[in-house]
């Protein structure tokens, strides 16, 4: 009976933070994003945003930028993921490590690197500003996608893959309906730590002087401003996109049985 | 005939590239059309490796796979008409189990209600009838091999390979899966190419066992065959129990072991060094003095339907499986029907490893150095100014002359100190026998040394090999 009642007090510590740092600031976004300036209820924020073709353009900017990083992410990480996870190199860890390593170098400074070289090839990175965003996005988060990846095809069981050989499957047939199905938990949660920073980190596209908006800038804009109001509502409806997104992931992960991709 | 056979394996070996170990050496094996043909081994013994050659997960470094009298040694998995059924089951855990076992009918491009009609056939082969769209991962066990047996039998191979199939199953669903098992065998009339340590479940189900031990075959023969006349002392230890003992032929017949000289069934020439196998059940228990050996019995467990009695005879201890009890502390009498005698000759376990001369006249074997008179082993030679001359005067070339060295495996010593001796190495089996225990040490440079030794070591034991000097014989390589 004691012991049970010592072990809930252990609870406390997380309690504390959960209120402190994720529902008191909830509460707080909730109520600038359904009030005005004089601290009334309203839902004229909500309905300024679909209304404003400024905000949409930006939401479907942003959508678009995000899928192609994920796109891009996807297309050059898989590969890694997969050489690297069945290669009987010895030292995969070593290599892993390598792709990983320049998330240990600080962001800015890799991202000044990056703007040099592309206004090398270029000439002026103000040619091609989505693109120069995707590059540097990509560049950016592409170990995250890496890891997921490499982690959920390093431990597939090989016996499976063996299974569907001897089953008369030909390498092409192994990947596409063994492989690939298998490791969906790693792609599902690479592209959710790729998809929705993409849609929000816009840092990246100042650095690169992409001076096209991108949800977080249109938050950031708007709180820079002191309109609280309109930039809680923004980050509230980013807030419901990525928890769509997440339930849809999570349904689908279950269906793939085998969680725990995460990093 | 070649066509008699329906896989012939001809020298296989099996060495990885990456750590120089050789898994499987020279493997041969005829397989009859419909055989239930077992590889029975302890773990590390090949058996699994060799299952695996067939199946073409992996490809042997020499030697050939005959299948119908054409070489698939190096041929991918999916271009050989030979289906497996994995240890760990190996389901795929993204589809049903419609979709599971309908995968290589699938590739195969087979018309889908066709596929629909084998896959429900097969289902009821195993019993899961209307088991099509669960989960795999709301099966049981036992239900999950079943599925599995059935994905490979749904292709209708030639020749179905099962690895270990039964071992993450528990006793009993064991023993109704081996009797499952044989009945498909006997119906489907496929070729089963089988894989386990567990040599009841080989003696039970085979027609052909393969007894494999270090990579290397140690005896083929039916079930009766190598329960009853093992090839020699590892296959006698491994199957059934045993009691091993050392003996000489005293005359026609008569064999001198355990303190006792017995008749037997096997004609070995006078003199000649024997391993004795003698089954705990074929000992006879008589009073003190009539038989032919006497013993004290010094433990009796009551086994259900016999009991098992231990006696000490001299220096040697017999294990005895009798219906009859015995008392401890007793003396009793022990005599032996000569055919419950079995003659093994003992294979030659003497070490013999090649040292090199250094210039100061002795001998190095690695990094060691051994003394010896070489003026003893070359006849004729004298040493004169640390110079070695042949019977002719002429200097011996020291570079070019090895010196064979050979220590009998009573005259090695283990050590807990892996640095006491000439070298080192890994317990990999061991037999006892009798008063002894036969130990095969793998030497880290993986040389297999065969060390008698009166104390107990465990398997996997890493020890110090201590060859003494004046227990060596010494020779000029040839």
């Keep these: 009976m004691k012991k049970t009642f010592a072990r809930k007090y252990l609870g406390i510590p997380y309690a504390v933070y959960l209120v402190l740092f994720v529902i008191a600031p909830l509460v707080v976004l909730f109520y600038y994003a359904f009030t005005n300036s004089t601290g009334h209820f309203t839902l004229a924020n909500l309905a300024g945003f679909f209304t404003d073709s400024n905000t949409i353009g930006t939401l479907i900017y942003s959508l678009c930028l995000a899928m192609v990083v994920t796109v891009a992410c996807l297309v050059i990480a898989y590969p890694?993921?997969?050489?690297?996870?069945?290669?009987?190199?010895?030292?995969?860890?070593?290599?892993?490590?390598?792709?990983?390593?320049?998330?240990?170098?600080?962001?800015?400074?890799?991202?000044?690197?990056?703007?040099?070289?592309?206004?090398?090839?270029?000439?002026?990175?103000?040619?091609?500003?989505?693109?120069?965003?995707?590059?540097?996005?990509?560049?950016?988060?592409?170990?995250?996608?890496?890891?997921?990846?490499?982690?959920?095809?390093?431990?597939?069981?090989?016996?499976?893959?063996?299974?569907?050989?001897?089953?008369?499957?030909?390498?092409?047939?192994?990947?596409?309906?063994?492989?690939?199905?298998?490791?969906?938990?790693?792609?599902?949660?690479?592209?959710?730590?790729?998809?929705?920073?993409?849609?929000?980190?816009?840092?990246?596209?100042?650095?690169?002087?992409?001076?096209?908006?991108?949800?977080?800038?249109?938050?950031?804009?708007?709180?820079?401003?002191?309109?609280?109001?309109?930039?809680?509502?923004?980050?509230?409806?980013?807030?419901?996109?990525?928890?769509?997104?997440?339930?849809?992931?999570?349904?689908?992960?279950?269906?793939?049985?085998?969680?725990?991709?995460?990093? | 005939m070649a066509e008699d056979y329906i896989i012939e394996l001809k020298s296989i070996t099996k060495t990885y590239d990456d750590n120089g170990f050789t898994a499987v050496e020279d493997f041969n094996l005829k397989v009859k059309r419909g055989e239930f043909v077992t590889f029975l081994g302890p773990s590390g013994c090949g058996k699994t490796t060799t299952l695996r050659m067939i199946a073409g997960f992996e490809l042997p470094t020499s030697g050939e796979i005959l299948l119908n009298g054409k070489n698939i040694a190096q041929l991918p998995p999916n271009k050989r008409p030979i289906n497996t059924v994995f240890q760990r089951y190996a389901l795929f855990p993204h589809m049903n189990i419609y979709e599971n076992i309908a995968f290589g009918l699938k590739l195969k491009k087979l018309p889908a209600d066709e596929i629909k009609k084998k896959v429900s056939h097969v289902l009821e082969m195993v019993d899961l009838e209307g088991f099509e769209n669960r989960k795999v991962s709301t099966l049981s066990g036992g239900q999950q091999q079943r599925i599995a047996i059935a994905r490979a039998l749904v292709n209708e191979p030639e020749i179905l390979l099962l690895d270990e199939p039964l071992g993450a199953l528990d006793l009993k669903m064991r023993k109704e899966m081996q009797l499952e098992l044989k009945n498909m065998h006997d119906k489907l009339g496929i070729t089963f190419i089988y894989v386990t340590h567990d040599q009841e479940e080989a003696l039970t189900m085979s027609d052909k066992i393969v007894v494999m031990s270090n990579g290397k075959t140690q005896q083929i023969g039916t079930p009766e065959d190598i329960y009853n006349e093992p090839k020699?002392?590892?296959?006698?230890?491994?199957?059934?129990?045993?009691?091993?003992?050392?003996?000489?032929?005293?005359?026609?017949?008569?064999?001198?072991?355990?303190?006792?000289?017995?008749?037997?069934?096997?004609?070995?020439?006078?003199?000649?060094?024997?391993?004795?196998?003698?089954?705990?059940?074929?000992?006879?228990?008589?009073?003190?003095?009539?038989?032919?050996?006497?013993?004290?019995?010094?433990?009796?467990?009551?086994?259900?339907?016999?009991?098992?009695?231990?006696?000490?005879?001299?220096?040697?201890?017999m294990l005895i499986q009798s219906t009859k009890s015995a008392t401890v502390g007793d003396t009793i009498g022990m005599t032996l029907e000569p055919d419950g005698i079995h003659i093994m000759i003992a294979e030659d376990h003497t070490t013999r490893f090649e040292a090199e001369i250094a210039s100061d006249l002795t001998l190095t074997y690695s990094d060691h150095t051994i003394h010896c008179d070489l003026t003893k082993v070359i006849p004729g030679s004298k040493i004169k100014d640390g110079v070695l001359y042949d019977a002719q005067n002429e200097p011996v070339d020291i570079e070019k002359t090895k010196i064979l060295v050979s220590i009998e495996p009573g005259d090695i010593e283990l050590s807990d100190d892996e640095e006491a001796g000439l070298t080192s190495g890994r317990i990999v089996n061991l037999i006892y026998k009798g008063d002894h225990y036969s130990y095969v040490v793998r030497t880290i440079h993986g040389h297999d040394l065969i060390v008698d030794d009166e104390y107990l070591w465990n398997m996997d034991d890493q020890v110090g090999l201590i060859l003494p000097e004046d227990k060596m014989t010494f020779a000029v390589k040839k």
Excluded at chain 1, 148 to 176: C, H, M, W
Excluded at chain 2, 261 to 285: A, K, S
């Design chain 1, 80 to 263: 890694i993921a997969y050489v690297l996870a069945r290669s009987k190199f010895k030292s995969k860890a070593v290599i892993v490590m390598l792709f990983v390593m320049p998330m240990w170098i600080n962001f800015t400074l890799r991202l000044t690197a990056l703007k040099e070289i592309l206004n090398l090839i270029e000439g002026n990175l103000a040619y091609y500003p989505f693109l120069n965003s995707v590059i540097g996005m990509t560049y950016d988060f592409l170990p995250f996608m890496i890891l997921p990846l490499y982690n959920t095809i390093v431990k597939l069981d090989g016996s499976l893959i063996e299974a569907a050989q001897d089953l008369g499957a030909g390498r092409r047939q192994t990947f596409f309906k063994i492989t690939v199905p298998l490791s969906m938990p790693g792609v599902i949660s690479g592209v959710s730590m790729v998809f929705l920073p993409a849609m929000t980190n816009y840092v990246v596209n100042d650095m690169l002087y992409n001076s096209t908006y991108i949800m977080g800038s249109l938050i950031g804009s708007y709180f820079s401003a002191y309109d609280w109001h309109n930039g809680s509502m923004i980050a509230l409806i980013l807030l419901a996109i990525i928890g769509v997104f997440t339930l849809l992931s999570g349904e689908s992960e279950e269906d793939g049985r085998r969680g725990g991709a995460l990093l």
């Design chain 2, 232 to 317: 020699n002392a590892f296959v006698a230890d491994f199957i059934g129990e045993s009691n091993i003992f050392k003996g000489i032929m005293t005359g026609t017949k008569k064999v001198r072991f355990a303190g006792g000289e017995f008749e037997c069934m096997d004609d070995v020439p006078e003199g000649t060094l024997v391993d004795v196998v003698v089954r705990p059940e074929d000992v006879i228990m008589t009073k003190k003095g009539e038989g032919i050996i006497d013993g004290k019995v010094t433990s009796v467990i009551f086994k259900g339907i016999h009991y098992e009695i231990t006696v000490e005879s001299g220096k040697n201890e």
